[in-house]
């Protein structure tokens, strides 16, 4: 196949009458490139390159087609923008191609019903072509040859024609301006719809990707495409048939059509970077962007996205308002509250309610009446209508005619900030809690709009506070939500609490002692514990930058498959067994210091006395040594045995949180024994080797030891599970230390599902995110309190 699809180059660019250097010119492929495969001995060819290539050489749509069958080895689809060659994809690849297009379309419907985006129906999201400083030359988009003539390609539309509208895109690129809630990422969701709807043949699967995580200027867009993918989708972490993960697979057979949305949302020290990465692909992708910030990286990089056309949503006109306000209403809602409806109007009246609204604007378009002109000014994006149509159209006894008060509203940005500000008591109206699929009923539901607001600012202040715009949510990032300080002092009350109740248990089932010296030395134990684990928590958080832990995405087998970590089993052995040893020796001397002290209280002798000094350093050092040792081998035994997990499921927070629990569970099964035997087994070896080099008479009976090991079993297990895997860090921070201190309920993974189901939050992934970037940043700002001169209103208090 490499040799006939050499000679097919050759012949297209003899026909041509061009040098390899002149291709490699106009393609920006490589002459060593081109050369490869002319020669036939490159092997692995991306369907980008030879892409590139038939554009470059201008060829028609049968000559694509001639390369396409070549390179899949059949008779194919061409190698257009829209028609990746799918065929040169193996089973596995297309397999997965379908799946992921499945979980997008799923994904995405539900997203959509979630925003209630077509009830009634969608509002007209229109766009216009944007200025022509912010697009490419359209012979450049159109990827005309030299001396060829463009066409005029028309991208106006709508809502209901952007598929259409970028199938007229020849380079496949497209970017979406638009102002903060002009209805972008609607965009986005409704165009990877419509194109899943209806693909082309050989189509690549659309996936909207927050582009604000990505950090040009250490990952290439590559990795991060795939990283992403892996995330929101973990079942593409399964081997191709080249031991490459499915992910990277889709993305370098060019499979994937990655739609970028929010640009904007990027650190504005990255954007430049980020639109120059961009532009050294030729790949067809997607690009949302506030026009104001997208066009400061055209400036600063001195082009635009290269090759792709530009559109700039317009704003929603009063005839849409007057079009989609009405039928927002219902007449049974003011029936539906035991309350009566407002003002004592009967519940029909309600249908009407905008219509007071509507007349003042139409006055103050036509006569320019200063008290309508800012609401009429406020409703031109859908953000704000739909804001307006939850406040006022979904809530009992609301009238929208408060918003033409020039005194309690007097700007703008006052009347933004009120929607803003009625938007979650609205939706947290108290309602019957929904019985899942398994028909149990849930919890009492978050109802309580004042909680749920501190609830939910506390998670916007977190996101809002980090070093650049962050939209992620995700579970296992909620402890960075504290201070390094808390989460250190919140480990060490719980591996200390940890290893002193196993001490307890134990010590009552299999050696019996006094109350007081039962309880002493527990608590020694657990204080020396809790030291030394949340020391080196301390250490390992201050390594790594505060960084949160990431779910564990290996499981504990005997068997190694292509894509295990068995690769370099000798370097992931140095690395945590170095971390045990060290682990391992600072418990040890925290415990034998510990039960010196213990022995010491009880026994009525002075800790200064010469013999137990002595026999404390001896302690000390038998200790280190035997916790230190154990720990080295047993977790870097463990590491040699992790494998990546196989997970067939789409990826959803609660899916990924539950996965986590299950491989904690596994891996405490797994550590618990080993760290017992390990631990009295070499604390017998060593006393043995050590007993004829000291002074002094050393005794390690076996049950002594093995009560020890428990302790330091059981315990040891628990502590290392709570402070250094991401679901423990989720239940000792998430789901108790930062309850315990109000700023989160005591079931975090509940509220962050009813927020999502009560359309706060939506949910990317293995993420939640804010609806709105604009409302996180009201939250966050407000941390849930209530702005002068704004009572609860009547959904607060629903």
Same mark, same amino acid.
């Given at each position: 196949?490499?040799?006939?699809?050499?000679?097919?180059?050759?012949?297209?660019?003899?026909?041509?009458?061009?040098?390899?250097?002149?291709?490699?010119?106009?393609?920006?492929?490589?002459?060593?490139?081109?050369?490869?495969?002319?020669?036939?001995?490159?092997?692995?060819?991306?369907?980008?390159?030879?892409?590139?290539?038939?554009?470059?050489?201008?060829?028609?749509?049968?000559?694509?087609?001639?390369?396409?069958?070549?390179?899949?080895?059949?008779?194919?689809?061409?190698?257009?923008?829209?028609?990746?060659?799918?065929?040169?994809?193996?089973?596995?690849?297309?397999?997965?191609?379908?799946?992921?297009?499945?979980?997008?379309?799923?994904?995405?419907?539900?997203?959509?019903?979630?925003?209630?985006?077509?009830?009634?129906?969608?509002?007209?999201?229109?766009?216009?072509?944007?200025?022509?400083?912010?697009?490419?030359?359209?012979?450049?988009?159109?990827?005309?040859?030299?001396?060829?003539?463009?066409?005029?390609?028309?991208?106006?539309?709508?809502?209901?024609?952007?598929?259409?509208?970028?199938?007229?895109?020849?380079?496949?690129?497209?970017?979406?301006?638009?102002?903060?809630?002009?209805?972008?990422?609607?965009?986005?969701?409704?165009?990877?719809?419509?194109?899943?709807?209806?693909?082309?043949?050989?189509?690549?699967?659309?996936?909207?990707?927050?582009?604000?995580?990505?950090?040009?200027?250490?990952?290439?867009?590559?990795?991060?495409?795939?990283?992403?993918?892996?995330?929101?989708?973990?079942?593409?972490?399964?081997?191709?048939?080249?031991?490459?993960?499915?992910?990277?697979?889709?993305?370098?057979?060019?499979?994937?059509?990655?739609?970028?949305?929010?640009?904007?949302?990027?650190?504005?020290?990255?954007?430049?970077?980020?639109?120059?990465?961009?532009?050294?692909?030729?790949?067809?992708?997607?690009?949302?962007?506030?026009?104001?910030?997208?066009?400061?990286?055209?400036?600063?990089?001195?082009?635009?996205?290269?090759?792709?056309?530009?559109?700039?949503?317009?704003?929603?006109?009063?005839?849409?308002?007057?079009?989609?306000?009405?039928?927002?209403?219902?007449?049974?809602?003011?029936?539906?509250?035991?309350?009566?409806?407002?003002?004592?109007?009967?519940?029909?009246?309600?249908?009407?309610?905008?219509?007071?609204?509507?007349?003042?604007?139409?006055?103050?378009?036509?006569?320019?009446?200063?008290?309508?002109?800012?609401?009429?000014?406020?409703?031109?994006?859908?953000?704000?209508?739909?804001?307006?149509?939850?406040?006022?159209?979904?809530?009992?006894?609301?009238?929208?005619?408060?918003?033409?008060?020039?005194?309690?509203?007097?700007?703008?940005?006052?009347?933004?900030?009120?929607?803003?500000?009625?938007?979650?008591?609205?939706?947290?109206?108290?309602?019957?809690?929904?019985?899942?699929?398994?028909?149990?009923?849930?919890?009492?539901?978050?109802?309580?709009?004042?909680?749920?607001?501190?609830?939910?600012?506390?998670?916007?202040?977190?996101?809002?506070?980090?070093?650049?715009?962050?939209?992620?949510?995700?579970?296992?990032?909620?402890?960075?939500?504290?201070?390094?300080?808390?989460?250190?002092?919140?480990?060490?009350?719980?591996?200390?609490?940890?290893?002193?109740?196993?001490?307890?248990?134990?010590?009552?089932?299999?050696?019996?002692?006094?109350?007081?010296?039962? &309880?002493?030395?527990?608590?020694?134990?657990? +204080? =020396? @514990?809790? !030291?030394? #684990? %949340?020391? *080196?928590? /301390? $250490?390992?958080?201050?390594?790594?930058?505060?960084?949160?832990?990431?779910?564990?995405?290996?499981?504990?087998?005997?068997?190694?498959?292509?894509?295990?970590?068995?690769?370099?089993?000798?370097?992931?052995?140095?690395?945590?067994?170095?971390?045990?040893?060290?682990?391992?020796?600072?418990?040890?001397?925290?415990?034998?210091?510990?039960?010196?002290?213990?022995?010491?209280?009880?026994?009525?002798?002075?800790?200064?006395?010469?013999?137990?000094?002595?026999?404390?350093?001896?302690?000390? &050092?038998?200790?280190?040594?035997?916790?230190? +040792? =154990? @720990?080295? !081998?047993? #977790? %870097?035994? *463990?590491? /040699? $045995?992790?494998?990546?997990?196989?997970?067939?499921?789409?990826?959803?927070?609660?899916?990924?949180?539950?996965?986590?629990?299950?491989?904690?569970?596994?891996?405490?099964?797994?550590?618990?024994?080993?760290?017992?035997?390990?631990?009295?087994?070499?604390?017998?070896?060593?006393?043995?080797?050590?007993?004829?080099?000291?002074?002094?008479?050393?005794?390690?009976?076996?049950?002594?030891?093995?009560?020890?090991?428990?302790?330091?079993?059981?315990?040891?297990?628990?502590?290392?599970?709570?402070?250094?895997?991401?679901?423990?860090?989720? +239940?000792?921070?998430?789901?108790?230390?930062?309850?315990?201190?109000?700023?989160?309920?005591?079931?975090?993974?509940?509220?962050?599902?009813?927020?999502?189901?009560?359309?706060?939050?939506?949910?990317?992934?293995?993420?939640?995110?804010?609806?709105?970037?604009?409302?996180?940043?009201?939250?966050?700002?407000?941390?849930?309190?209530?702005?002068?001169?704004?009572?609860?209103?009547?959904?607060?208090?629903?």
């Amino acid at each position: 196949m490499a040799d006939k699809l050499g000679g097919l180059l050759r012949g297209f660019r003899d026909e041509a009458g061009l040098t390899q250097e002149q291709v490699a010119e106009r393609s920006g492929v490589s002459v060593r490139t081109i050369r490869r495969l002319e020669s036939g001995s490159s092997t692995n060819h991306r369907m980008g390159t030879v892409q590139l290539l038939a554009d470059a050489l201008g060829l028609g749509e049968q000559d694509r087609a001639r390369l396409a069958a070549t390179l899949a080895g059949s008779p194919g689809d061409p190698v257009g923008p829209t028609a990746p060659a799918t065929t040169t994809a193996p089973d596995d690849l297309t397999a997965a191609a379908l799946e992921l297009a499945t979980e997008v379309r799923r994904r995405w419907r539900r997203e959509e019903a979630q925003r209630r985006v077509h009830d009634p129906f969608p509002l007209p999201v229109r766009w216009q072509a944007a200025p022509s400083g912010l697009t490419d030359r359209p012979e450049n988009i159109q990827r005309l040859g030299p001396g060829g003539r463009s066409q005029e390609v028309d991208l106006g539309g709508d809502l209901r024609a952007v598929a259409e509208v970028y199938r007229r895109i020849p380079s496949g690129r497209l970017v979406i301006l638009g102002r903060a809630g002009s209805g972008k990422s609607v965009l986005a969701i409704r165009f990877t719809l419509d194109l899943l709807a209806a693909p082309a043949a050989g189509g690549r699967v659309p996936v909207i990707l927050g582009v604000g995580s990505w950090d040009p200027s250490t990952t290439a867009l590559r990795d991060w495409l795939v990283a992403r993918l892996l995330r929101d989708h973990p079942h593409l972490a399964r081997r191709s048939a080249r031991g490459a993960t499915l992910a990277a697979a889709l993305v370098d057979a060019d499979l994937v059509l990655p739609v970028l949305d929010g640009f904007d949302e990027m650190a504005p020290g990255l954007r430049r970077e980020a639109l120059e990465a961009l532009n050294a692909t030729s790949s067809p992708l997607v690009l949302t962007s506030r026009r104001a910030e997208y066009a400061d990286a055209v400036g600063a990089a001195h082009a635009p996205l290269v090759w792709a056309g530009a559109v700039e949503l317009t704003d929603l006109t009063l005839d849409d308002l007057a079009d989609y306000l009405p039928r927002t209403t219902r007449a049974h809602l003011a029936t539906a509250d035991t309350a009566a409806p407002a003002e004592g109007r009967p519940a029909e009246a309600h249908a009407g309610a905008w219509d007071t609204v509507l007349a003042r604007l139409r006055r103050a378009r036509d006569a320019h009446d200063p008290r309508g002109a800012d609401l009429a000014a406020v409703l031109t994006t859908p953000l704000m209508v739909i804001l307006a149509r939850t406040l006022y159209s979904d809530t009992p006894g609301r009238d929208p005619a408060e918003l033409l008060d020039p005194t309690r509203f007097p700007t703008a940005r006052s009347l933004e900030e009120h929607l803003l500000a009625g938007f979650v008591p609205a939706v947290y109206r108290r309602r019957a809690p929904e019985r899942d699929a398994g028909g149990r009923r849930p919890g009492a539901p978050f109802a309580d709009p004042a909680r749920a607001e501190r609830w939910l600012g506390h998670l916007a202040r977190h996101l809002n506070r980090l070093d650049h715009e962050q939209r992620d949510l995700a579970w296992w990032q909620l402890s960075d939500s504290l201070s390094r300080r808390s989460r250190s002092l919140a480990v060490v009350l719980a591996t200390g609490l940890s290893v002193a109740i196993a001490d307890w248990l134990l010590c009552l089932l299999l050696s019996p002692l006094p109350g007081f010296r039962l &309880l002493l030395q527990g608590t020694l134990l657990g +204080l =020396a @514990a809790g !030291l030394a #684990f %949340g020391s *080196v928590y /301390a $250490l390992a958080d201050r390594s790594r930058s505060g960084a949160p832990l990431e779910p564990a995405g290996v499981r504990l087998t005997l068997r190694h498959g292509p894509g295990g970590l068995g690769r370099r089993p000798l370097r992931t052995f140095a690395i945590r067994a170095g971390q045990g040893l060290f682990g391992g020796a600072v418990m040890g001397t925290g415990c034998a210091l510990a039960l010196t002290t213990e022995r010491a209280v009880a026994s009525g002798t002075r800790l200064a006395d010469r013999w137990v000094v002595e026999g404390t350093l001896i302690d000390v &050092l038998v200790f280190a040594l035997t916790f230190g +040792l =154990a @720990a080295a !081998l047993v #977790f %870097g035994l *463990v590491a /040699a $045995l992790e494998a990546p997990v196989d997970v067939t499921a789409a990826a959803t927070p609660a899916v990924l949180l539950a996965s986590n629990r299950s491989t904690v569970g596994r891996q405490f099964l797994v550590l618990a024994p080993a760290l017992t035997l390990a631990i009295a087994l070499t604390g017998r070896l060593l006393v043995q080797l050590l007993r004829g080099s000291l002074d002094r008479r050393l005794e390690w009976e076996f049950w002594d030891g093995l009560l020890i090991g428990a302790v330091g079993g059981l315990g040891g297990a628990t502590a290392y599970l709570l402070a250094f895997t991401a679901w423990g860090q989720w +239940l000792l921070l998430a789901r108790i230390w930062l309850p315990l201190t109000g700023r989160l309920p005591w079931d975090p993974a509940a509220f962050l599902d009813d927020a999502y189901q009560r359309g706060v939050l939506r949910q990317t992934g293995a993420v939640h995110q804010f609806r709105h970037l604009r409302l996180q940043h009201h939250l966050g700002g407000r941390c849930g309190r209530t702005p002068p001169g704004l009572g609860p209103g009547p959904a607060a208090g629903a």
